[in-house]
């Protein structure tokens, strides 16, 4: 809501902090005044007599009063006078000028009780100024109000756009990412009142389109098929290409560069945003030339895409430091009293929120929010033409919290003032927004693998494989099913020896004989690095009897996809079922993962470097809870319950997505879909279409995977996805 449309009772709540905030900066100003004058006797506050305490804080807060309204009305109009004096002698004027202003301060003090020497002056001038500018600014750490009408006076854009300026202006458009916000959430989060300004949106004509994820349901796959317009061969989060001996994981720089250049190689067009674009807090750049916190370009530099609204740029400013610093301790000590709360309760499910997780939590909630939001804002403030920013918090939070429930409400709530603070500002953009949400896939809750059945999917398919298990595999309390799975697994290898030191630290392991077992959510990988090609149902079983019937057979799985010799490919599930993939339907083993299962199952079977076993979990299909094989108590990255379930938020005068009674399936459609609504936004300069895949021989060549920031932190951890 723009300030020219507020209501009464928001002037007055506005008005009210305001005045607030005037008083504490006052009071805060007197006691400072106060120290100082006990510290210097140079100051003077008291007439010659003495006076009483009482007395002597009246007359600090009379000179403190004094002081800042001279500041106030005075200061800026000296600054102004001396514009074009040049900058070292204009910092050494600001001292003895701000002295002058107490001096006369002091003087305007009734009974001529203040005094101070002029070169004490200037030290307690400065002080005092110091003290008031950080209370000011530590008071507005969450005032939105007050950070947007800063932000409006550096561009110097006071008061909204006028339409009639731009009425023939071309519109640009900003993409906002609610990274794992899935439909169901959404839908929810706007009927329960946590977002107001969708649910505006919403009731003024905006149109909400679900959309079906493919199978690997993370934000690696979806992000690059949005972005980039190509996702192939992505099967997962993590991946074992036996090819070049690579583990490929979405969000570590070295992978996602190269996922980057091959969907450029792939498709022979740059990206979504190519033409004019910005790309915040992404883990691809989509072809952008202003860029911040890009996993896959982090440290381009040069004249041309140097941003400087990333990190450096945002804290080189002292206030924003102060306002996120204090809103990153109320995150810590929020995380710190929810996870206490869930522990006291004896919530279930619930996995282990300590060590460092509180600050990676602040971080990813905090952090990235301001730093990526304040881009945006500057993005549209410059009038770019497109913008595409990742808002990740409600995503680290569900992980931990569970997709649902008070602790990921008050996050939905924070990316709902962040949503409406970046429309506020495109009302003062030289040119108007188009303002679209949508996010790259969903979460499903559900208790881990590990803690339902007493061992990790590693530990499963090493017993399978005859391998040394570690020794924490334990029985479980979850019920006698996930009991005798534990022990029937177990069982299935026979003379199974214990492993007595664990294996080498690391996800590899340390002989090529043995598998490798990678988790994605609810989807697991296994792969047999020594055999060089993908191994079939019939060399499995060869190797190791047992895998493959322990792995379908178990409750906590819901089907396994292998290759087959005599039968192309084949699913896997309980009780011997066994389908051929193109005979596939959204039936049988894939009943409880709904419809689109069999057609993502399929796609992800063509892929070069799918794994020699896919996994993925149960599902159960009225609560559309799974078992994570990490330790996440809301996941996503395979199939199941909402997590496949995206949303995409339009205004109304863009085109729909897809004509009435269609469905919206897979991230490669909903680039095409962003693409199109740039063409009908900013006319024939964006590409119409992406050019035809190239051959080899065309493909333009590979650049250098660059350094990484300290500042990207975040996309190198492994739970991120």
């Known amino acids: ?41 140079d100051v003077q506050l008291q007439s010659p007599d003495g006076d009483s305490l009482t007395r002597t804080a009246l007359t600090a807060a009379w000179a403190a009063g004094a002081f800042g309204l001279l500041g106030a009305l005075v200061w800026p109009l000296i600054v102004r006078a001396l514009l074009l004096v040049p900058a070292l002698v204009l910092g050494l004027l600001v001292f003895f000028l701000n002295g002058s202003l107490l001096l006369v301060a002091l003087r305007l003090i009734p009974d001529g009780r203040g005094a101070a020497d002029p070169e004490t002056a200037v030290v307690v001038a400065a002080v005092m100024s110091a003290v008031a500018s950080a209370t000011a600014t530590a008071l507005a750490v969450r005032d939105d109000d007050a950070y947007r009408r800063r932000l409006y006076r550096l561009t110097g854009r006071t008061r909204p756009r006028d339409p009639g300026d731009t009425a023939h202006a071309v519109p640009g458009t900003v993409f906002l990412q609610l990274d794992g916000v899935g439909h169901h959430v959404l839908r929810t989060a706007v009927d329960n009142d946590l977002m107001p300004t969708v649910a505006g949106w919403l009731g003024s004509g905006h149109l909400l389109t679900p959309w079906r994820t493919d199978w690997s349901s993370q934000t690696g796959a979806s992000q690059l098929g949005i972005l980039h317009g190509s996702n192939e061969d992505v099967p997962a989060f993590r991946w074992y290409e036996k090819d070049t001996g690579r583990l490929m994981v979405s969000n570590r720089p070295a992978s996602a560069v190269e996922l980057q250049r091959r969907a450029v190689q792939r498709t022979g067009d740059g990206g979504l945003l190519t033409f004019d674009g910005a790309s915040r807090g992404n ?83 905090v952090v990235e929010r301001d730093v990526v939001v304040s881009a945006v804002m500057g993005d549209v403030l410059a009038g770019r033409t497109a913008v595409y920013a990742d808002l990740v918090a409600y995503d680290e939070v569900a992980h931990h919290s569970g997709p649902h429930g008070r602790d990921v409400d008050q996050v939905l709530k924070r990316l709902d003032r962040a949503i409406g603070l970046i429309a506020t500002v495109a009302e003062h953009a030289p040119r108007p927004y188009r303002i679209v949400l949508l996010s790259d896939h969903g979460q499903s809750p559900g208790e881990t693998f590990e803690s339902a059945y007493g061992l990790t999917l590693k530990d499963l398919v090493r017993a399978g494989c005859g391998l040394p298990v570690s020794r924490r595999v334990r029985r479980t309390r979850s019920g006698s099913e996930a009991r005798d799975a534990a022990r029937d697994a177990l069982r299935s290898a026979l003379h199974r020896p214990v492993d007595e030191g664990g294996e080498a630290a690391g996800e590899l392991p340390a002989r090529s004989s043995e598998p490798v077992v990678l988790a994605s959510g609810n989807l697991g990988l296994v792969s047999f690095p020594d055999v060089p090609h993908r191994m079939t149902r019939e060399e499995i079983d060869r190797r190791h009897p047992a895998l493959l019937r322990t792995l379908a057979n178990h409750p906590g799985i819901g089907f396994v996809l292998v290759a087959s010799a005599e039968h192309g490919s084949v699913v896997l599930a309980r009780g011997g079922a066994e389908v051929p993939v193109a005979a596939l339907a959204d039936d049988g083993p894939l009943a409880a993962f709904g419809p689109g299962a069999a057609r993502a199952v399929r796609r992800t079977d063509g892929f070069p470097h799918v794994a020699d076993i896919m996994v993925n979990s149960m599902c159960d299909p009225e609560t559309g809870s799974v078992h994570a094989f990490e330790e996440q108590i809301g996941s996503h990255g395979g199939l199941g319950g909402e997590q496949s379930h995206a949303f995409l938020l339009s205004p109304p005068d863009l085109s729909p997505p897809v004509e009435s009674g269609e469905e919206l399936v897979g991230a490669e459609q909903v680039h095409r879909v962003l693409r199109r609504w740039l063409r009908e936004s900013s006319g024939p300069q964006v590409p119409l279409d992406p050019t035809p895949p190239r051959g080899p021989a065309e493909a333009p060549p590979a650049t250098d995977p660059p350094s990484v920031l300290p500042a990207d932190e975040r996309f190198a951890r492994d739970d991120s996805h």
Request: charged share 20%; net charge positive; hydrophobic share 45%.
């Open 1 to 41: 809501m723009g300030d020219g449309r507020w209501g009464g009772a928001d002037r007055w709540r506005s008005a009210g902090r305001a005045l607030a905030r005037v008083v504490v900066v006052w009071a805060a100003s007197t006691l400072t005044l106060l120290l100082l004058a006990g510290l210097l006797p």
């Open 283 to 365: 883990l691809f750049s989509g072809g952008a030339d202003q860029l911040a916190l890009v996993l896959s370009m982090a440290a381009r530099r040069g004249r041309r895409n140097r941003s400087r609204a990333g990190y450096f740029a945002y804290f080189s400013d002292p206030a924003n430091a102060v306002r996120t610093a204090g809103s990153l301790v109320a995150e810590c000590l929020r995380e710190m009293g929810q996870s206490t709360r869930a522990l006291l309760r004896r919530e279930t499910p619930r996995v282990s929120r300590g060590g460092t997780y509180p600050f990676v939590r602040a971080f990813a909630t």
